[in-house]
């Protein structure tokens, strides 16, 4: 099934320049670029972005619960609270004030199953548990120890759609239609049916 997929290099990447790196592996994958461009959004539109239900603040806060305590740190410490929501929400904000902290590289991808063949290349959002060979597993330098110990969201390099509808949302958001390109590559007459 052929799908596209937004891919953000977050600010991280972009400032180590290793965007075309990471280009690189999800053209090699077979899958093409038919939007690209660069921008340093700013809070309100990258607000937009992570549209958040307390519900998945909930999931967001428990799952930086279990990483403390997985990893013995003080959650009350570390992030002032044991309210899932409110730690969801804190997370929340780290993650708007990172992507709009500089500039950012926007993709769109399409190709056979795109969404999860590039999550599965990109890696785990925790870098130290992303499998060798995927992105964040390579190229990874944070730590979710790091990141809530400074108080700031962990530096993943990269944001791609979870599923169907956040990759039909999100790239609504970042591109206007006119803007992605309709072409063939030349591998392309391997999967056309």
């Known amino acids: 099934m052929i799908e596209r997929s937004l891919v953000l290099m977050k600010p991280d990447a972009v400032q ?3 965007t075309g790196e990471i280009i690189m592996r999800l053209e090699r994958m077979g899958l093409k670029i038919i939007g690209m461009k660069m921008l340093h959004p700013d809070p309100k539109f990258v ?39 409110e730690i969801g929400r804190q997370v929340w904000n780290w993650n708007v004030g990172f992507l709009s902290s ?26 130290g548990k992303s499998a060798p060979g995927t992105i964040r597993g390579d190229f990874g330098l944070d730590s979710s120890i790091g990141a809530n110990s400074r108080k700031r969201t962990i530096y993943n390099l990269v944001h791609a759609s979870g599923n169907k509808s956040d990759a ?17 590559r030349v591998h392309e007459d391997l999967y056309s049916y």
Request: proline residues 5%.
């Open 16 to 18: 180590r320049g290793i």
């Open 47 to 85: 607000e937009k972005h992570y549209l958040t239900t307390d519900k998945e603040l909930t999931i967001i806060g428990e799952r930086t619960l279990q990483d403390c305590e997985e990893n013995d740190i003080d959650v009350v410490e570390n992030v002032g609270t044991t309210d899932p929501v």
């Open 102 to 127: 500089g500039p950012v590289a926007a993709l769109v991808f399409e190709g056979p199953s795109a969404i999860s063949n590039i999550r599965m290349q990109v890696g785990h959002a925790l870098p």
């Open 168 to 184: 039909e949302r999100e790239i609504k958001l970042w591109f206007k239609e006119e803007e992605l390109l309709d072409y063939r």
